[in-house]
């Protein structure tokens, strides 16, 4: 690992100290644009030309040949003006929303060192927080821009489905998979996303309502609640009369709770990584860390042939978000349900419950289901523990989203 | 190859002759519903559950394990009553529109059996053809599964980008790639293809214009106008004052031609290949047919940096056809420019120029570019040569195309 190449101006801590890389290099810009002069990290799980993509996993490392070419994404943020100064550790196959590595260990989560970054797209945030990138390109299936933007303090972006390319990703769950950014400030996040997303500019939308979803916040922990008290009186007081407090039965749900996101949502991703993944996990036989082996145990417990109820169940939510969700409004809610876990104090995963993990897969699942674009917004702490809320918009609505976010960054300040 | 397994009631052809089938097999239903008594033949490039997907190409079958579980499509239209009874032979690596397999053989097209099927759902649509199954689960990026129908003269389908899941196919220009089928008839397309798509029934849509584009038409080959004429002039009558000639230009192109959409195209596709195979190639050095070799030198060749800006060009032109085609809309244009050539007479793939390629693709992209659903409709004939005549909707709308192009059959019998 080579420190002296990453030189960005806000450096706090080495790369060695941050653990957030799996490699550093340098790849100068392929032009000149809005990236001009920032760099950024690129999470293990999207190609670089001449570099293997590890996913994560050593037996992938080792059953895989190198990239031949830079996957569509990083071509673009290249064009753009900036430049790639390595890949950052994941956590294995991009399944967790943790972020400690078993075998290539936890990237730093600066402001919370004895905390995990989150996951899956650990090294990306920790990078960005640690203030040796400007930003960073991740992935985004349940979350793994999103939970680790909270965790570490930092902005992060979950597109619309389908309007980042793929190509060069290696895929989790397709239905759900999204190439994301994790950025130290509104500004770079709207910057490099706009470059990904290929839009130049704002389609003029009227500015809409803003529904807070009071579920949503009842589902988190107390100190979560009221942490975002305050982040969320000045956005109802900026968005005055247009701020309301919405109901999850309003969006489509058929019960009173998130749950109903989050189960429809588990058994479409899980079939979907069992035919992306099982074949190479049956042929190769890898070694996991026990966490994602017991993901990866629930992923082969699941019964196929509940697949399609929950395909149809998904596009009735699908719609029902759409026919709620007018152009210009937005969604407020909590990133995450808790503060990052304890490093080493790592929630049991489960999709059913009470804890951790279906609290959090009951927040992040909406954008899921829904295809909708999600940023989260680094607006609090408690005791300097970092806190997210997130903002989402009508399905395409991406550059009025990241817009909005700029635009509102002063607020919590 | 088991004969005796396939016995679908209309069968003309007898499997072998058919050469639509790398291998044949009875996989029973996993429960009943719309599709209860229909049986489907699957490309080659999606999983069935311990079956190696061999793509087209030998060095992969051999280089790759086999699926451990269904892709997410067959598992649906199993769930929905349907049985699998084979899976189909394509063009190596999907990366064509002929339909002739080096490795394979080309299957038949029964209606024009001196002529190719298309490809490179050419077993799929062949299968269908043939009277050997009901319809046929396929893919198309460029054009695979509306081709092979135009070609054989059955109902193809490829839905709007996104909505079909593809976990357990070979992605090949994810940016572009979907799930589609090839039909026998309207009601079995439409049938199979909501099972597909997870939604029921039909969004009440109010009934719109039909935008007959008349630079798609002057791009064809005479017989193909000529044997488009009285289908179009049917759908004019039916549609009365809401059936208008319309031009590209309206449509958002910034040059009076067609290619300005297909040029884009080939510069994503392309690269999105080079990302998607380009390692594997590198790696496992396959044989490959000439060509298919000599499209892949094509993919090499491409100067990455043009990427981008495609991607910016391509949005733009998403928009405009979005702006332009409102709810209950439709674009008719012909699917393919001229009667499927005659076998062993390869027209030469390019991207630019006059040949039956650039004019293929100048048709063909527009549903690319612009994420939209078509049908090809089998209304026309030229001394019993099928040809394909094209509808296409708004993104999203592909439940209203479906039943639309159900309930217009009856103008072309």
């Known amino acids: ?65 190198a990239a031949v070419a830079n996957a569509v994404c990083v071509e673009q943020l290249l064009q753009a003006g900036a430049r790639c100064v390595g890949k950052t550790i994941l956590d294995e196959l991009a399944f967790s929303l943790l972020g400690q590595n078993h075998f290539y260990g936890t990237p730093l989560n600066p402001r919370a060192p004895d905390r995990v970054p989150g996951g899956s797209s650990s090294g990306s945030a920790s990078a960005v927080a640690c203030g040796l990138v400007d930003f960073a390109l991740a992935t985004d299936t349940s979350g ?75 589902l988190v922990d107390a100190d979560v609640q009221q942490a975002l008290l305050e982040p969320v009186r000045r956005l109802q007081n900026h968005f005055g009369a247009r701020a309301r407090e919405a109901s999850v039965t309003e969006l489509g749900t058929d019960e009173l709770a998130l749950a109903t996101w989050s189960n429809t ?73 808790a503060l990052a876990p304890r490093k080493g104090d790592a929630p049991p995963r489960s999709s059913s419950g009470s804890g951790y993990y279906p609290r959090l897969l009951a927040l992040t699942s909406l954008a899921g289901i829904g295809r909708l674009p999600q940023v989260s917004l680094p607006v609090a702490d408690l005791a300097g523990v970092p806190v997210g809320l997130s903002l989402l918009a009508r399905h395409g609505q991406d550059a009025f989203l990241l817009e909005t976010a700029k635009s509102l960054a002063g607020l919590f300040e």
Not at 6 to 25: D, K
Not at 282 to 303: H, R
Not at 313 to 328: A, C, I, N, V
Request: glycine content about 8%; charged content about 15%; proline content about 8%.
């Open 265 to 337: 949502y588990c058994i479409i991703q899980w079939a979907e990584i069992k035919s992306c993944l099982g074949a190479w996990i049956a042929a190769a036989k890898p070694e996991f860390g026990p966490d994602i082996a017991a993901s990866f145990n629930l992923v082969n417990q699941l019964d196929r042939r509940r697949v399609a109820a929950a395909l149809q169940q998904r596009e009735r939510y699908s719609q029902s978000l759409h026919d709620f969700l007018k152009p210009g409004d937005l969604v407020c809610m909590p990133t995450t349900p």
């Open 1 to 65: 690992m080579e420190d002296n190449l990453i030189h960005p101006s806000n450096s706090r801590v080495e790369v060695a100290q941050s653990n957030a890389f799996i490699a550093t290099f340098e790849l100068s810009p392929a032009g000149s644009g809005p990236l001009d002069g920032l760099c950024f990290g690129v999470k293990d799980l999207i190609d670089v030309a001449g570099w293997k993509t590890g996913c994560g996993n050593p037996t992938w490392y080792d059953s895989h040949p």
């Open 144 to 218: 793994s821009v999103r939970v680790p933007a909270s965790n570490c303090g930092v902005w992060g972006f979950r597109p619309s489905h389908g309007f980042i390319s793929l190509a060069g990703v290696n895929p989790l769950a397709p239905t759900f998979d999204t190439i994301g950014v994790l950025a130290r400030s509104a500004d770079v996040l709207a910057e490099a996303a706009l470059v990904l997303l290929s839009v130049a500019s704002v389609p003029a939308t009227k500015p809409g309502r803003i529904h807070v979803i009071k579920e949503a916040f009842a």
